[in-house]
């Protein structure tokens, strides 16, 4: 098993020839460390590596990891919310990717301290088995929860599915990236939605490429 700092310079350096390759600057990528399969030794190592942020996609894993790490690291919620877990974790996100219905919003919206930045989730490629908002409901539930004080969107995520097809891959993170254009122009105030959440450790160069400001790396980074 490779290390992770090992690991995290290839990253860097697949992401530095994306951002070339579109015109970017790398210090606009944020890299998530996935660690939801991997042990609190391998946690460790990933934010010694210089990795801030992390990405939990189950409420157990995460608070297992929060209660041994603490304020070491950004904690991302990138799994479905369940919205009794809400108050188990609200207060300890530093982002939540998985914004997807009105009563989730609504309880967050009790159970938070402060506002929480939320990315909406979308499911651009309309797989059944993806959670998300259908493309075409974004932006009348955008504007359904602004009368909820805590919940502050600031981007959109979506999981792409996991093929091959580089041309297919594109276009779903390019539809995502014209649906955070068309928020954006809308200036709500409770959704500055400037953020995309998108790009995996298959695909992360591609998504990058395509506008990616938040990549969530799993297996490249840490292994499975």
């Known amino acids: 098993m490779m290390d992770v700092a090992a690991n995290l310079e290839e990253i860097q350096s697949m992401i530095g020839q994306a951002c070339k390759r579109s015109n970017r600057n790398p210090e606009e990528i944020t890299i998530i460390g996935v660690t939801k399969y991997v042990t609190i030794e391998r946690t460790e ?6 990795i801030a ?3 939990e996609n189950r409420l157990e894993g995460f608070l297992e990891k929060y209660n041994h790490f603490g304020n070491k690291a950004n904690w991302h919620f990138i799994g479905t919310m369940q919205s009794r877990k809400v108050k188990d974790v609200i207060n300890h996100v530093h982002m ?13 919206d009790k159970r938070a301290e402060k506002p929480v930045d939320c990315f909406v989730q979308v499911n651009v490629s309309g797989e059944e088995s993806k959670h998300g908002l259908d493309p075409g409901k ?9 009368k909820y004080s805590n919940v502050h969107v600031v981007g959109l995520m979506t999981m792409a599915p996991h093929i091959e097809d580089k041309d297919r891959l594109r276009e779903i993170f390019r539809n ?3 649906l955070r254009d068309s928020i954006k122009e809308k200036k709500f105030p409770h959704a500055p939605c400037e953020f995309l959440s998108m790009g995996m450790s298959n695909d992360y160069d591609l998504a990058v490429e395509e506008g990616a400001t938040h990549i969530r790396v799993g297996s490249k980074l840490v292994g499975s």
Request: charged letters at 25%; hydrophobic letters at 45%; glycine letters at 6%.
């Open 45 to 50: 190592e990933t934010i010694n590596a210089g």
């Open 176 to 178: 995502l990236a014209e």
């Open 53 to 55: 942020n992390l990405g």
């Open 96 to 108: 939540l990717h998985s914004l997807d219905r009105s009563s989730l919003a609504k309880e967050i």
């Open 138 to 146: 974004v932006i009348p539930f955008i504007e359904e929860i602004e």
